[in-house]
Structure formats: structure tokens, C-alpha cells
């Protein structure tokens, strides 16, 4: 689990999504993730597959994965 704190308050964690190719993707998958209450910061990188988010709170990983399903990419897991 990758999942850390990092300034007091927040928690950081990185998950896994495929199907991602291109800044477009970056930034509906951002996008819909940025959309769940407590969500301060999404960072996602095509090339890798990697979402990292920082939230007030550890987040609830079905409400990221309907995030993710949302933009139309799919997530694998915890990186």
C-alpha cells in the first residue's frame, strides 16, 4: 500500500489506472478525481499509469475507482 503522510492534515497516496495514453487522459482522470470531498491536489502521468493524490483524509478507494470508471479508465490498484 502506497499510501503516506506528508504535511499535517494530509495524506498522500498513488494509485495505478490503465488505459491512459495522452494529456487528455491526465486530465479526466484529474479531473473527476478532483471532484471527491477532500481532495487537495491530483497529478496523473500517462506514461506510467500513476495517479498521485493528496486529500485531507485517507480516501475510499471505491470512491476513486468510480472516479476513474467515470473518465472511462480503469483502476488496477495501489501503485
Not at 2 to 10: C, I
Request: proline content about 4%.
Amino acid at each position: 500500500m502506497s499510501t503516506q503522510t506528508d504535511a499535517p492534515g494530509s495524506v498522500t497516496a498513488v494509485y495505478q489506472v490503465s488505459g491512459m495514453s495522452c494529456g487528455h487522459c491526465e486530465g479526466s482522470v484529474s479531473a473527476e478525481i478532483s471532484q471527491i470531498p477532500g481532495v487537495s491536489s491530483v497529478k496523473a502521468v500517462a506514461s506510467t499509469g500513476e495517479v498521485t493524490v493528496v486529500s485531507a483524509a485517507p480516501l475510499d478507494d471505491e470512491a476513486v475507482r468510480a472516479a476513474v470508471d467515470e473518465a472511462g479508465y480503469e483502476l488496477t490498484g495501489k501503485a
